[in-house]
């Protein structure tokens, strides 16, 4: 009763799009504002205009719950008041940003916790969220864009939002609005425009969500149509399915699939290999099906495997599972005879193919056909064998044996060797009813008196008797060993299929969906459901199919794991011999649930933990590197204020110039602390001009106070302009001259030189230090790192961290290498003005 008490949940819906900007948030207070006009009850939990004027717009007229005050570290925050939203309890509630990661002291980590307590209290929720906070695609995000998103959001409750809309815009029109001063304020236009809102980067961005988008769609209608009983196929995405029979021909089915899959624009290849269940032949060779399984993968498809022992029948299962539209096939090899006893695996998949379309692909190589015989002794060809050989075989043979002059022992034993033979061929029943026959036979036709069933010697008795005997434990010995062979063969075909399955999650694979999918599409199951005890009530975990199972005693078949944990599966009901198998999938389901958690956790603690670290590190700069100048140009200044000190006009200037030195230097390393805090949240202002190198080289020698003479510079005046920030390109130079000076022996000067390639200007900033390894070039160019230091006075390890930056922010490049000789060479390269 309790169960049917809960409030229904409500029902999530989020705006999707592939950058900053797009206008979801504009969307989503749009879609407010109809919901309203048509009498819904809509409040605003968590909106941010981000100072945009026209969104800002879309507020008015909006109730608006008040946010949540959050004081930490000295400054004071607003997030969403999850709590006056549910005590509100409108209809609808507005969430905006939905992977925002809130303060720290707030009542969740993370805003789509927020949102999963107000759909829990059943309030519909309206989001927004960008395709590169979705935690599959983060690090492909990173890769494209050069920025690690730290705020995440798991797919999975992404995918389960009721609706899905996309916010599409082209990468031009975004840029026009960046332009017009529609997304970021003026001064950080350029910025972005010239890093993360690349023309590249956002056609990417756009590719991705259509892309993620799509797999949800898929998702959708492959629910709609279990849904609706629709076993047909809709041809709405083109899918190649290739049947692999384990032979050698499997490499050249493969390619032939992948080419068709790639004449259309995103398409889908699958391979498939059907296990029997009483076995595999030797036909079918492990090494080739690993080998195929690998060329697939490379070619972008997927592997899998099912049982079934009528395989037309198993691979067109499988195929109308997942949608197919085209299946690839090897043409038959086998001989004429061959063909007209049988129409073959080909044949028949095209017969009842329907509106799958069947390419019989012809291949030199020896056709793994074999792989879907029989092992077994008892299948239905050799029993309807063995069946004709008794009631055939033996009247035959005794014709044969008529006018035969052979004595009663020889007949006894050429009839034994055709039972033993039936026996062979058609098991234990046949072979008993050939005894039989076979008895009577020889005792009308051949055992004194002829032509009754009378027995006059008492020998021939006990040889017809031990004939039967015999007859009968040969029948039993043959049918047993049959029925060891298939329990045999079957615990190999579970065996090959958990291995495939472990193979599976091992390559890093999502463990917990693909166990369930894997379980769904090898036992041909409509739905597979992890359930988790919840008080009195069962809930979902984790879903592959549909609908699920919402309690165990709605399932076909469940497997519990533990007092709170059952899978249960829906779609037909499983042999007792399966349950096993079955059993094994549910442990390693609770093991993929229990690692799917402790990631979660993990990632949570993760932004805390690169705080942490980052904190540590500047406490670190703070109380070592940056105490030392400062105490320097403290104790000069005292020095100077102390009036019983009679200093020397010579001991006076050098005090002002260790003063001097020491605020330069703390005035360049708080420099580099602030730009790098700028990098790290865009807000660096770039203004891109003209620039001739040898005019910038000798200020930024100049800069370098006593440093300047270690220094030589060799620029000449031929080359062409290029295209940065004066103030930042000069940064860029001091920071890797005075790096370069640091670790140059003293005799030795370090040289800067430039020259031109293409379209890019390069400087080199030349040391003959110790150098850096190959291995750590990228390490240099962490923030508060100093590769080899041994001591805390060389500086807060921001220098070349900031220089890359700075660099990358003119749209250029900056790379290390190894001097010949000995020592670094750290490459500047900048566009060059044609």
Request: aromatic share 4%; glycine share 10%; proline share 5%.
């Given at each position: 009763?309790?169960?049917?008490?809960?409030?229904?949940?409500?029902?999530?819906?989020?705006?999707?799009?592939?950058?900053?900007?797009v206008?979801?948030?504009?969307a989503?207070?749009?879609e407010?504002?109809?919901?309203?006009?048509?009498?819904?009850?809509?409040?605003v939990?968590?909106?941010?205009?981000h100072?945009r004027?026209?969104?800002?717009?879309?507020?008015?007229?909006?109730?608006?719950?008040?946010r949540?005050?959050?004081?930490y570290?000295?400054a004071s925050f607003?997030?969403l008041?999850?709590d006056?939203v549910?005590?509100?309890k409108?209809?609808i509630?507005?969430?905006?940003?939905?992977a925002?990661?809130?303060?720290?002291?707030?009542?969740?980590?993370k805003?789509w916790?927020d949102?999963?307590?107000?759909l829990?209290a059943?309030?519909?929720?309206?989001?927004t969220?960008?395709?590169?906070?979705?935690?599959s695609?983060?690090?492909v995000?990173?890769q494209?864009t050069?920025?690690a998103?730290?705020?995440?959001?798991?797919?999975?409750?992404?995918?389960?939002?009721a609706?899905?809309?996309l916010?599409d815009?082209?990468?031009?029109?975004l840029l026009?609005r960046?332009?017009?001063?529609?997304v970021?304020?003026p001064?950080?236009v350029?910025?972005a425009?010239?890093?993360y809102f690349?023309?590249?980067?956002?056609?990417?961005?756009?590719?991705l969500a259509?892309?993620?988008?799509?797999?949800?769609?898929?998702?959708?209608?492959?629910r709609y149509?279990?849904d609706?009983?629709i076993a047909?196929t809709?041809?709405a995405?083109?899918?190649?399915?290739?049947?692999?029979?384990?032979?050698a021909?499997?490499d050249?089915?493969?390619?032939?699939?992948a080419?068709?899959?790639?004449?259309?624009?995103g398409a889908?290849?699958l391979?498939?290999?059907?296990?029997?269940?009483?076995g595999?032949?030797?036909?079918?060779?492990?090494a080739?099906?690993?080998?195929?399984?690998?060329?697939v993968?490379?070619?972008?498809?997927t592997?899998?495997?099912v049982v079934?022992d009528?395989?037309?029948r198993?691979?067109?299962?499988f195929?109308?599972?997942?949608?197919?539209t085209?299946?690839?096939?090897?043409?038959s090899?086998?001989?004429?005879?061959?063909q007209?006893?049988?129409?073959?695996?080909?044949?028949?998949?095209?017969?009842r193919?329907g509106?799958?379309?069947v390419?019989?692909v012809?291949?030199?190589?020896?056709?793994?056909r074999?792989?879907?015989?029989?092992r077994?002794a008892?299948?239905?060809?050799?029993?309807?064998?063995?069946w004709v050989?008794a009631?055939?075989?033996?009247?035959a043979?005794t014709a044969a044996l008529?006018?035969s002059s052979?004595?009663?022992?020889s007949?006894?034993?050429?009839?034994?060797?055709?039972?033993?033979?039936?026996a062979?061929?058609?098991?234990?029943?046949?072979a008993?009813?050939?005894?039989?026959?076979?008895?009577?036979?020889l005792n009308w036709f051949f055992t004194p008196?002829?032509h009754?069933?009378?027995?006059s010697?008492p020998e021939?008795?006990?040889?017809?008797l031990?004939?039967?005997?015999?007859?009968?434990m040969?029948?039993?010995v043959?049918d047993l060993a049959?029925?060891?062979s298939r329990e045999a063969?079957?615990?190999?075909a579970?065996a090959e299929?958990?291995s495939t399955?472990?193979g599976?999650?091992?390559?890093?694979?999502s463990?917990?969906?693909?166990?369930m999918?894997?379980?769904?599409?090898?036992y041909?199951?409509s739905?597979?459901t992890?359930?988790e005890r919840?008080?009195e009530?069962?809930r979902v975990?984790a879903?592959?199919g549909g609908?699920?199972s919402?309690?165990?005693g709605?399932?076909?078949?469940d497997v519990?794991?533990g007092?709170?944990?059952?899978?249960?599966?829906r779609?037909?009901?499983?042999?007792?011999?399966d349950?096993?198998?079955?059993e094994?999938?549910?442990a390693?389901a609770?093991?993929a649930?229990?690692?799917q958690?402790?990631?979660?956790?993990?990632?949570?603690?993760?932004?805390l933990?690169?705080?942490d670290?980052?904190?540590?590190?500047l406490?670190a700069?703070v109380s070592?590197?940056?105490?030392?100048?400062?105490?320097?140009a403290?104790?000069?200044?005292?020095?100077?204020?102390?009036?019983?000190?009679?200093?020397t006009?010579g001991?006076?200037?050098?005090?002002?110039?260790?003063?001097?030195?020491s605020l330069?230097?703390?005035?360049?390393l708080?420099?580099n602390?602030?730009?790098?805090?700028r990098?790290?949240a865009?807000?660096l202002?770039?203004?891109?001009?003209?620039l001739?190198?040898?005019?910038i080289?000798?200020?930024?020698?100049d800069d370098l106070?006593?440093?300047?003479d270690?220094?030589?510079?060799d620029?000449r005046?031929?080359?062409?302009?290029?295209?940065?920030?004066p103030a930042?390109?000069e940064?860029?130079?001091?920071?890797?001259?005075?790096?370069?000076?640091?670790?140059s022996?003293?005799?030795?000067?370090v040289?800067?030189?430039?020259?031109?390639?293409?379209?890019?200007?390069e400087i080199?900033?030349?040391d003959r230090?110790?150098?850096?390894?190959?291995?750590?070039?990228?390490?240099?160019?962490?923030?508060?790192?100093?590769?080899?230091?041994?001591d805390?006075h060389?500086g807060?390890?921001?220098?070349?961290a900031?220089?890359r930056?700075l660099t990358?922010?003119m749209?250029?490049?900056?790379?290390?290498?190894?001097?010949p000789?000995?020592g670094?060479?750290?490459?500047?390269?900048?566009?060059?003005?044609?």
């Open positions: 009763m309790q169960g049917r008490d809960r409030t229904p949940r409500g029902r999530l819906r989020i705006y999707l799009g592939a950058a900053p900007g206008g979801k948030t504009y989503m207070l749009s407010a504002r109809r919901a309203r006009e048509r009498g819904r009850d809509v409040v939990g968590f909106v941010e205009p100072d004027l026209r969104t800002a717009e879309l507020l008015d007229g909006l109730e608006v719950i008040p949540r005050t959050t004081h570290r000295g607003t997030e008041d999850t006056a549910i005590a509100r409108p209809r509630a507005l969430v905006d940003e939905y925002h990661t809130n303060v720290p002291g707030s009542r969740n980590p805003r916790q949102v999963e307590a107000i829990d059943g309030i519909d929720v309206v989001s969220v960008n395709i590169q906070h979705l935690e695609l983060n690090d995000v990173e494209i050069g920025v998103q730290r705020e995440t959001v798991p797919d999975d409750l992404v995918r389960r939002a609706q899905i809309e916010v815009m082209s990468p031009e029109a026009r960046m332009a017009h001063g529609n970021y304020a001064e950080q350029d910025a425009m010239a890093n690349r023309v590249g980067n956002l056609t990417a961005l756009r590719e259509l892309l993620w988008l799509a797999g949800k769609v898929d998702e959708q209608l492959d149509r279990a609706h009983g047909g809709w041809e995405r083109e899918r190649v399915v290739v049947a692999l029979a384990g032979g021909e499997g050249t089915l493969v390619r032939r699939a080419r068709i899959a790639a004449r259309s624009k889908d290849l391979a498939v290999h059907v296990t029997r269940s009483d595999l032949t030797s036909g079918s060779d492990p080739s099906l690993a080998r195929q399984r690998t060329l993968e490379s070619l972008g498809g592997y899998h495997q079934g009528d395989i037309p198993a691979l067109l299962d195929a109308r599972g997942v949608n197919a085209q299946l690839v096939l090897g043409a090899r086998r001989g004429r005879l061959a007209i006893m049988t129409r073959g695996v080909g044949m028949t998949t095209t017969a193919s509106s799958i379309d390419h019989l012809p291949h030199e190589a020896t056709s793994g074999a792989a879907y015989r029989s077994a008892l299948t239905r060809t050799r029993r309807i064998s063995g050989m009631l055939v075989a033996m009247p043979l008529l006018p052979f004595t009663l022992p007949e006894i034993l050429l009839f034994l060797l055709l039972v033993v033979g039936v062979l061929v058609g098991g234990m029943w046949p008993l009813t050939a005894a039989v026959l076979g008895f009577g036979l008196p002829l009754t069933l009378t027995i010697a021939n008795l006990l040889a017809l031990i004939f039967v005997l015999v007859a009968a040969v029948s039993t043959v049959a029925r060891r063969a079957r615990s190999r579970d299929v958990l399955l472990a599976h999650v091992l390559r890093g694979d463990a917990l969906t693909s166990l999918a894997r379980l769904m599409e090898v041909g199951l739905a597979v992890l359930l919840d008080g009530s069962w975990v879903l592959a609908p699920p919402t309690s165990p709605g399932a076909d078949t519990a794991v007092d709170d944990l059952v899978l249960a599966v779609g037909r009901l499983l042999a007792a011999a349950r096993q198998v079955l094994a999938f549910a390693e609770a093991v649930l229990r690692q958690r402790l990631r979660e956790e993990a990632e949570q603690a993760k932004p933990a690169e705080a670290r980052m904190r540590t590190a406490l700069a070592h590197d940056l105490r030392t100048p400062l105490a320097s403290k104790a000069a200044v005292e020095s100077l204020r102390n009036t019983e000190i009679d200093w006009p001991d006076r200037k050098e005090l002002l110039a260790t003063a001097d030195e330069i230097k703390l005035d360049r708080v420099s602390l602030l730009d790098m805090s990098l790290q865009g807000a202002g770039v203004t891109l001009v003209p001739a190198v040898e005019d080289v000798p200020r930024a020698i106070g006593p440093l300047r270690r220094v030589q510079g620029v005046g031929s080359l062409p302009e290029v295209l940065a920030d930042l390109l940064r860029v130079l001091v920071n890797l001259m005075a790096n370069a000076v640091r670790y022996p003293g005799e030795e000067p040289v800067v030189t430039g020259s031109w390639h293409g379209d890019h200007v080199r900033v030349i230090g110790p150098g850096i390894p190959p291995e750590a070039y990228e390490r240099v160019f962490m923030p508060f790192q100093r590769l080899g230091d041994r805390n060389t807060v390890g921001l220098g070349l900031l220089s930056g990358e922010a749209g250029g490049t900056l790379t290390p290498a190894e001097t000789g000995g670094l060479t750290m490459t500047v390269s900048l566009r060059r003005i044609p």
